[in-house]
């Protein structure tokens, strides 16, 4: 089984998951592998608060934390995963099968990063924004004829694997995480989209195109949390400059 | 992923389930990983009928064999791995800690064997005598504060270990399994019995100990289907001579 110094660095998240016989599902799954950590995204009010008082919720339900978004849900973790089938799309990001997932966490936690392993809702999975805040997605081998699994299900597969394997694995000498927490990937992109406003590089109507497109880029990047502050530093330099030249 | 030949030669067995959207879990997950041939024993006649007559239920809940016993639901297997959580109990049989199970039935397979994988009742799991009539056991290795799983999650977390790992596990030398399907060693362990009557082995009140004892001595032995047949012909003879002695 996993450490436990490397069990409390794996963040569960759920993006708005609806039903709370999953969302109880998953907290026992995480209970049953030893993990605590479950972050939720926009969840249903209602649901949430069903699933959290239901009888005999593992404890970890009530120390969950909630957020607005993903992006803040995952702003601390170094490598995002996300979960789902592909059945229907293209990945913009690496695809991992979920058995060749342990020696990618081994590396990440190896060199102490935090990783988040992401869940969407039951009916669609994960959006392409969502996806667009993941380094990798993992994928489970699943029947060509039955691809989609249940959430509760899902998870009990993923974490039972990241539990069991990732101890014995040799970390992978390159994977696609980067050392650089999330939230800094964020903060550098939102700096780079100013400086596109601000020289003018590109229509308004594509400001969302080119925020998918960056979020993807820097995460492809590997930048490390060094690269990050230097590549800060250097753009808010450039907008400081750009700011003047108009005044 | 296993090849659809030896998909065919597993067994999933719910002896008693009670709780219909368990059942609609169990097969649910058996169709993501491609599993179809479902057992159910002595099933809650009513969570039974709900469960199959469930919107969305899979096909394969439709075409399940139903069975009184599970001596029955597992006459045909030569492997019958049981499973659950053996926190409270002293194993009877070799345990087997599920990221170990694929060698096994990978060299079950490999010699045209049939395979049963065992589940028990949501609340307390297989009984004693459910037991006996496994090679072995398989355990999922749990957090200790947290041991015992939902029915569905493991029975997803159980197919896609051996749906993943199996085909490309290298076949164990050694394993608990036995080549005479599971029936042949209940009609042998009858027939010792009738032959221990009739020689007046032992009290009439040892006789169900006898019986659990003899039940997990065959499994052991690892007879089979040669050794079986030979032994059935040798303790015919024995019971004919004694009943003859007596008349």
New interface residues.
Partial sequence: ?LPPDQRDRLDVVLVSPRNP?NIG?VA??M????FEQLGVVAPYAEHWREARSAVGA?ELLANATESATLAEAVAACTLVVGTGSLTYRKAEQPVVP??QLAPVLAAEFARGGRVALVFGPEKHGLTREDLSYCHVLVE????A??????L???A??CL??V???TAQSEPAPQHPGSTAPSGSLERLAGLIEETMTAAEYSPATMQAANRHDLRLLLRRLRLNAHDTRRAMGFFRRVLRRLLQDRS
Same sequence: chains 1, 2.
């Fill in positions: 089984m016989l599902a026992r799954a209970a049953n592998f030893g593992p979920l058995p489970i081998p699943t029947d004829r039955q691809p989609s699994m249940n509760g299900q899902a009990a597969v039972y694997e539990a069991v394997r």
